[in-house]
């Protein structure tokens, strides 16, 4: 059974973003062996003092099956375990463990450090891990590990990309695009296509944590990339997505309708599975001391799960309502014909302007009903 509609972006397949979010963010840690120049985070190479306990921890999974009527048919968000590094974590066996008896699927993205090991990769398909994300900032080990600034990364990297495909669990790579490393993309790609993953998701730089280091593609740039990657999809052995760049979904559905289909045949591409999803808008995010975000990308706290329940300050803050209202936005993005599809940024649009409502600075495109 599909949640009710009601305002805000509706998935094909019916789910309502108002009601729930189909993925959680939870930052078990903001422990890390890396030290890597983009980290939102921040992290450092130990916990920081208030991480949620496990006792913590756990109330939180019981929260978050008040998210769904799993008795009539309702469908549970999935947890994404990030940190930092998850593995740093020495409950983790057992939040995985609670999660999964409660219903909820979960996924990890661990670091890649010494901690990651072939034992490790297959413990993590063993115990039912559903997939795995790993991060490729370079076509070789100078470019990457000159990001991840620890060298033997991008080796360790490409090692347990082929451990996970050897045990059969999916595997999604990440790849951050700045203003430098935008060039090495169509390397990486043929790089990751002699390889096995499921999904290589784009991330467009924002602007926080230590990546206020680095520097954001302009527009102008930003569109023509993501005109490659539209045009990659077509051909590439894996999905190809974004994070960050939404206005992706507006030059897929605008190349459909420009090809004649109508837009009930737009909203059952398969692309249309990612419409609507944004900051806030079908994601939500939990930092390891239990701040409650639109997403990691989005800093901007709405309460703690310490005090709150994370389901209704999902549904009932204010700030998260309004970002899931596309008629509450501003500028270019208030006015595009593409918004409830797209929606851009929010988080970017907060970075630039301290408005989570506002246009996103990254997309380029004048909509037809703006002056």
């Not at 559903?130 to 991008?154: E, K, Y």
Request: charged letters at 20%; aromatic letters at 6%.
């Amino acid at each position: 059974m599909a949640h009710p509609a009601g305002i805000g972006s509706v998935k094909p397949d019916g789910w309502a973003y108002q009601r729930s979010p189909m993925i959680v963010y939870w930052e078990l840690t903001n422990a890390c062996g890396l030290a890597c120049r983009h980290c939102r985070a921040t992290a450092m190479p130990d916990p920081a003092p208030g991480e949620l306990t496990t006792a913590e921890a756990i109330a939180l999974l019981d929260d978050i099956t008040g998210f769904a009527d799993q008795a009539a048919g309702e469908a549970l968000p999935h947890v994404v375990m990030t940190g930092g590094d998850p593995l740093r974590r020495a409950d983790l066996a057992e939040l995985i463990a609670a999660a999964q008896s409660r219903g909820i699927g979960v996924s990890l993205a661990p670091a890649v450090t010494p901690l990651l090991t072939r034992e490790r990769i297959r413990w993590m398909k063993d115990i039912g891990i559903q997939a795995i994300s790993l991060s490729l900032d370079g076509s070789d080990a100078a470019r990457h590990d000159g990001v991840r600034m620890v060298p033997g990364t991008f080796d360790a990297t490409l090692e347990a990309l082929d451990t996970a495909a050897e045990f059969g669990l999916p595997v999604q790579v990440n790849t951050l695009v700045t203003a430098t490393t935008a060039g090495d993309l169509p390397a990486i790609h043929e790089l990751l296509a002699r390889h096995t993953l499921q999904q290589w998701s784009l991330f467009f730089l924002i602007s926080i944590g230590r990546g206020t280091e680095l520097t954001e593609l302009a527009p102008g740039e930003a569109e023509r990339v993501l005109i490659w990657a539209q045009g990659l999809s077509r051909t590439s052995p894996f999905r190809v997505k974004t994070t960050e760049a939404m206005h992706y979904r507006r030059l897929g559905a605008a190349a459909l309708l420009r090809a004649g289909k109508s837009k009930e045949e737009v909203e059952a591409h398969p692309m249309a599975r990612a419409f609507g999803i944004r900051d806030g808008n079908g994601i939500v995010f939990v930092s390891n001391t239990g701040d409650v975000t639109p997403s990691g990308f989005l800093p901007l706290a709405v309460g703690n799960v310490r005090e709150s329940s994370l389901v209704s300050l999902y549904r009932d803050d204010p700030t998260m309502r309004s970002l899931r209202d596309p008629r509450m936005f501003k500028g270019r993005c208030g006015a595009c014909e593409y918004n409830d599809w797209c929606g851009g940024s929010r988080a970017r649009a907060y970075a630039w302007t301290g408005d989570v409502l506002e246009s996103d600075p990254l997309c380029p495109y004048q909509p037809k009903g703006a002056r």
